[in-house]
Structure formats: structure tokens, C-alpha cells
């Protein structure tokens, strides 16, 4: 899963980066400090692995983990090249969604592209960015369609039908994603690789200590983000930093001395899988005990070809234990005379937690 970090320069998004991949990507207080994208491996903190660990006795845990990509700060004509814009807009169409960070905080001291502070401004114009780059491409696209629909073409004449839904809505400004489609309308959505379509976690970047004028920053991200049905963070990219500089300890009294209860790396990964619709599966063994990402609704040949594509084309079973089952039996042998031990087939559909070992032929 990769995820680009975008916002207008200067609003935290390589704070916040740092803070999440340890990347140590460069940050510093003028506008384009970043230009070629900065890419960072996240791990997915996951407490049932280090149970599992110690259940087995395992030598290895490999959590799941997420791509962050820090993308180039956009400004207002980017969909005309504006800034970097041509860069920015082909690095958002590498990724599977966006983390769009929006400044709520008030420091005079970092310099911006703007004199005030405004999240309803600061959204309006990277999704208008968005939107205006969609547009170009959607007009493009709806010439040609519109020539093999004259000729009867049954896809082409789909295509223009989905076309014309989605043009309206950019032309008033807003982003694709607000449209709903169905399961087959979003097969021709995914082929037109519009960048408005693209899932949104807005992250609200507050200071240390939240003021009314920051609350009421944060309220805005949230109506807007409730009406475009994407997700919130509210975080303090400051503190994350700070906080990735602790040993774990350390980092445990810190939380607790400001009231949090999880870090903004949980709450973005949390967020995240949340946005994307994904869960984990589990496998588990002395050797090593790790988690797998899929998407909800995966089937378990495909959730073993996450594995080793020769375990989804040699499938014929696999053997499933639900996580809590497990640690209650506290073996496989013991769930497996208890009955909690299940034999499914190919249209299993996985669920998030299951222990699984996968039968298949070589």
C-alpha cells in the first residue's frame, strides 16, 4: 500500500514524514525544499504478532507495513506546471491514496505561501488542482469514447454514460470521489486513473497546545471532510517528531505526560486501513510469525498468493484459526481438539485475525 503525503509547502508534511518513516527526509523553512519524493517503509504496529512471537517462540516478527511517499508542495496552477506541478500530479497518480496534511496551527515564524491561515482555502486549492488536471484528461478521453460510441461500440458507449456523470461535478469544482458508482461503473473509473477519485485522510497539524482558533481550524477539516466521506487525523507533527527520537519507554511517559493515547503514526495507519477497506491475516511459527495486508472480501487462494503466487496457483486448503481462539488454546494442536481449527476452500472469505496455514500443491 502506498500512500503520498501532499499539502501546500509549508505545512508540516516533512515533519510529519520524518516523524513517520524515520526517513529523515529534508525539512526546512522556505517553499520546494522537497522536489523528488522522499519514500519511507512504515511498519504497522501490530500487538498479536509479539503475543504470537511468544507463543511460538519465534526468531523473527515481520509486521505489515505501509509505503509513505512525501510529495513535492503544491501551489495554486499546478495542473498548469505551475511550481512542480506536472511533478506532483504524476507522483499522485503512483499512489493508492492520499494523506492531504492542512495547516491549522498559528506560528508567524514559518514562512507561507499565504499570509494567513485558512484550511478551507488550503484544501480548495490542491483539490481544485486535482480536479482541473481530471478535467483536461476526462475531455480528452471523452472525444475518443464519443467516436467509438457512434460506431456502437458497447464499451466506448458505457465509458461516455460514466463520462458525462463525472464531468459535471469537476466542472462545479469538486472531486470525483464524492460521486457514488457502482461495482461496475467503478471498473471504468479505475481505467480513467483520475486523480480526484483517490481516497482522503485530511490531516489536521495542530500546535502543541490547541487554541480556540485551532479548534475551530479543526471543526472546518472535519465538515469537509465528513461531506467528501474521507477520514481525519488531528496531530501535532512537532510532537510526533519528538516523540520518534524516544526509546519506547521514554516515548510511553511522554504520551502520558500530554494525554495521548496513541501516537499519530496509529492514528494515520488506523486511518488508513480504515480508508482503503484492509485487514490483516496472520501466520505463525518458530521461524517467524508475521501479518499480511489484503483488501476486505479477499478469498483465501489470492490471500495466499500474498505469500508466494505458487500458493494461490497450487491451492487446495487452508487451515484457519481465529487469533483469540489460539491464545486461548495457547497451541495449534489444542484448538485443533477443541474444535476451533477450520478446513476452508476457495471461496473462503478471509477475515482480520485469521492464523492461517495454507495447504497447496507444488
Same mark, same amino acid.
Not at 503525503?5 to 509549508?10: E, F, K
Not at 491561515?117 to 486535482?130: A, F, G, S, T
Not at 469537476?170 to 470521489?177: I, N, S, T, V
Given at each position: 500500500m502506498k500512500i503520498g503525503?501532499?499539502?501546500?509547502?509549508?505545512?508540516g508534511k516533512s515533519t510529519l514524514f520524518n516523524a513517520l518513516s524515520k526517513a529523515g527526509a529534508e525539512s526546512a523553512n522556505y517553499p520546494f525544499c522537497t522536489i523528488e519524493p522522499n519514500i519511507g517503509i512504515v511498519d504497522v504496529k501490530d500487538e498479536r504478532l509479539t503475543v504470537l512471537g511468544e507463543l511460538y517462540k519465534t526468531k523473527k516478527i515481520t509486521p505489515a507495513s505501509i509505503e509513505f511517499v512525501d510529495i513535492a508542495g503544491l501551489v495554486a496552477g499546478a495542473s498548469k506546471g505551475e511550481g512542480l506541478g506536472n511533478k506532483f500530479l504524476s507522483h499522485i497518480r503512483e499512489v493508492d491514496a492520499i494523506v492531504q496534511v492542512v495547516r491549522c496551527f498559528e506560528n508567524e515564524k514559518i514562512v507561507s505561501v499565504y499570509d494567513t491561515v485558512d484550511p478551507l482555502r488550503d484544501i480548495e486549492v490542491i483539490n481544485l488542482e486535482l480536479v482541473l488536471a481530471d478535467l483536461e484528461t476526462l475531455? +480528452?478521453?471523452l472525444e475518443k469514447s464519443n467516436k467509438l460510441a457512434k460506431q456502437n461500440?458497447?464499451?466506448a458507449i458505457a465509458e461516455v454514460e460514466i463520462l458525462n456523470k463525472i464531468k459535471p461535478i469537476l466542472e462545479q469544482g469538486k472531486p470525483a470521489r464524492i460521486i457514488k458508482f457502482s461495482d461496475e461503473e467503478q471498473k471504468i473509473v479505475k481505467s480513467l486513473f483520475l486523480l480526484s477519485t483517490k481516497k482522503v485522510i485530511y490531516c489536521a497539524n495542530v500546535s502543541e497546545n490547541i487554541s480556540e482558533k485551532e479548534? +475551530?481550524?479543526i471543526d472546518i477539516v472535519r465538515q469537509i471532510a465528513k461531506n467528501e466521506g474521507a477520514e481525519v487525523v488531528v496531530l501535532c507533527a512537532k510532537i510526533e517528531e519528538e516523540l520518534i527520537a524516544l526509546d519506547e519507554d521514554e516515548k510511553e511517559l511522554f504520551k502520558a505526560e500530554l494525554g495521548l493515547t496513541e501516537s499519530g503514526l496509529d492514528k494515520l495507519v488506523n486511518a488508513s486501513y480504515s480508508l482503503l477497506g484492509l485487514i490483516s491475516f496472520l501466520t505463525a511459527g518458530e521461524q517467524e510469525c508475521r501479518a499480511w495486508t489484503i483488501e476486505k472480501g479477499t478469498k483465501a487462494p489470492q490471500a495466499a498468493g500474498k505469500i508466494?503466487?505458487?500458493?494461490?496457483k497450487g491451492f487446495i486448503k487452508a487451515e484457519i484459526v481465529n487469533y483469540d481462539d489460539l491464545i486461548s488454546c495457547k497451541s495449534w494442536l489444542t484448538a485443533k481438539e477443541k474444535g476451533k481449527l477450520r478446513l476452508e476452500g476457495k471461496e473462503y472469505i478471509m477475515q482480520n485475525g485469521d492464523v492461517v496455514l495454507f495447504r497447496f500443491n507444488n
Amino acid at each position: 500500500m502506498k500512500i503520498g503525503v501532499v499539502g501546500l509547502p509549508n505545512v508540516g508534511k516533512s515533519t510529519l514524514f520524518n516523524a513517520l518513516s524515520k526517513a529523515g527526509a529534508e525539512s526546512a523553512n522556505y517553499p520546494f525544499c522537497t522536489i523528488e519524493p522522499n519514500i519511507g517503509i512504515v511498519d504497522v504496529k501490530d500487538e498479536r504478532l509479539t503475543v504470537l512471537g511468544e507463543l511460538y517462540k519465534t526468531k523473527k516478527i515481520t509486521p505489515a507495513s505501509i509505503e509513505f511517499v512525501d510529495i513535492a508542495g503544491l501551489v495554486a496552477g499546478a495542473s498548469k506546471g505551475e511550481g512542480l506541478g506536472n511533478k506532483f500530479l504524476s507522483h499522485i497518480r503512483e499512489v493508492d491514496a492520499i494523506v492531504q496534511v492542512v495547516r491549522c496551527f498559528e506560528n508567524e515564524k514559518i514562512v507561507s505561501v499565504y499570509d494567513t491561515v485558512d484550511p478551507l482555502r488550503d484544501i480548495e486549492v490542491i483539490n481544485l488542482e486535482l480536479v482541473l488536471a481530471d478535467l483536461e484528461t476526462l475531455e +480528452k478521453r471523452l472525444e475518443k469514447s464519443n467516436k467509438l460510441a457512434k460506431q456502437n461500440d458497447k464499451t466506448a458507449i458505457a465509458e461516455v454514460e460514466i463520462l458525462n456523470k463525472i464531468k459535471p461535478i469537476l466542472e462545479q469544482g469538486k472531486p470525483a470521489r464524492i460521486i457514488k458508482f457502482s461495482d461496475e461503473e467503478q471498473k471504468i473509473v479505475k481505467s480513467l486513473f483520475l486523480l480526484s477519485t483517490k481516497k482522503v485522510i485530511y490531516c489536521a497539524n495542530v500546535s502543541e497546545n490547541i487554541s480556540e482558533k485551532e479548534q +475551530k481550524n479543526i471543526d472546518i477539516v472535519r465538515q469537509i471532510a465528513k461531506n467528501e466521506g474521507a477520514e481525519v487525523v488531528v496531530l501535532c507533527a512537532k510532537i510526533e517528531e519528538e516523540l520518534i527520537a524516544l526509546d519506547e519507554d521514554e516515548k510511553e511517559l511522554f504520551k502520558a505526560e500530554l494525554g495521548l493515547t496513541e501516537s499519530g503514526l496509529d492514528k494515520l495507519v488506523n486511518a488508513s486501513y480504515s480508508l482503503l477497506g484492509l485487514i490483516s491475516f496472520l501466520t505463525a511459527g518458530e521461524q517467524e510469525c508475521r501479518a499480511w495486508t489484503i483488501e476486505k472480501g479477499t478469498k483465501a487462494p489470492q490471500a495466499a498468493g500474498k505469500i508466494h503466487t505458487d500458493f494461490e496457483k497450487g491451492f487446495i486448503k487452508a487451515e484457519i484459526v481465529n487469533y483469540d481462539d489460539l491464545i486461548s488454546c495457547k497451541s495449534w494442536l489444542t484448538a485443533k481438539e477443541k474444535g476451533k481449527l477450520r478446513l476452508e476452500g476457495k471461496e473462503y472469505i478471509m477475515q482480520n485475525g485469521d492464523v492461517v496455514l495454507f495447504r497447496f500443491n507444488n
